[in-house]
């Protein structure tokens, strides 16, 4: 690409984040007073540094008055171009995707909705101006290694998700077997109340009392698991926050 000498620098420059610029693949930096991201008349992502289209596949990272953003395009299946903002910056910096409505575009920048953002891993960060990677467990252990707190904290973080799991797994279990219960006590009663007799009508009633009773049961126990799976889960992302946070420090 043929980068204009009034708007390009080498990636080794210094760059200046309270300017508007591009940091492509190549490691050029292009400068602009704008640059706008918004999509063609064919609905595709589309740059602007002020009024030169600059092609998204060649975008790293951009930064504009709304924030910094990295192009996500190479960790997508099928090569997508998306981009996602920086919400936390520091010796890792995290990476969250950014909502787009194309019906605001012509408002500005500030096209996203904006939400309290919360450390996850479906999302993406890198250190300093490097690749991006898909945040999991393995990709942190490995960038983490020397801070022995982070990786402390990682496995926390991990151990708290296994048990969440769990409780979500085992709530899905106890919720199956009351339904299943619920009909086997429906199939019974509706059996037994078909000979007519009131003696063993009565003793049917009592018996499928009891099996519904058991059925509630089981289904209680499950929401009872699954409300404490999501709030171990809760806590969980509370706990990979302070992990960024710690080795951030």
């Known amino acids: 690409m043929v980068v204009m000498a009034s708007y390009a620098l080498t990636a080794r420059a210094q760059m200046h984040e309270s300017k508007n610029f591009l940091r492509l693949y190549s490691d050029s930096v292009i400068y602009a007073r704008t640059i706008k991201l918004r999509p063609d008349f064919a609905g595709y992502w589309q740059l602007r540094a002020d009024s030169r289209r600059v092609p998204t596949e060649q975008v790293k990272f951009f930064n504009n008055e709304d924030g910094f953003f990295a192009n996500t395009r190479r960790l997508n299946l099928g090569g997508e171009t998306s981009f996602s903002e920086r919400i936390v910056e520091g010796r890792i910096n995290v990476f969250q995707e950014m909502t787009y409505d194309p019906f605001l575009h012509e408002r500005g920048p500030r096209y996203r909705h904006r939400r309290e953002p919360v450390v996850d891993f479906g999302m993406y960060y890198n250190k300093g101006f490097g690749d991006l990677k898909k945040m999991n467990y393995n990709n942190l252990k490995k960038d983490m ?3 022995p707190e982070s990786i402390d904290l990682l496995n926390n973080y991990r151990k708290s998700m296994t048990t ?3 409780l979500y797994t085992a709530a899905g279990v106890s919720v199956v077997a009351g339904l299943v219960s619920f009909l086997v006590a429906g199939s019974s009663n509706g059996s037994s109340s078909s000979f007519g007799d009131h003696k063993f009508g009565s003793s049917s009633m009592s018996s499928s009392g009891a099996n519904f009773t058991s059925s509630f049961v089981l289904l209680g126990l499950g929401t009872g698991l699954a409300i404490g799976g999501y709030s171990v889960q809760i806590s969980g992302s509370r706990k990979l ?7 951030n420090r």
């Open 145 to 147: 290694a020397d801070h």
């Open 164 to 166: 969440s799991k769990m």
């Open 241 to 247: 926050e302070n992990v960024i946070d710690a080795y």
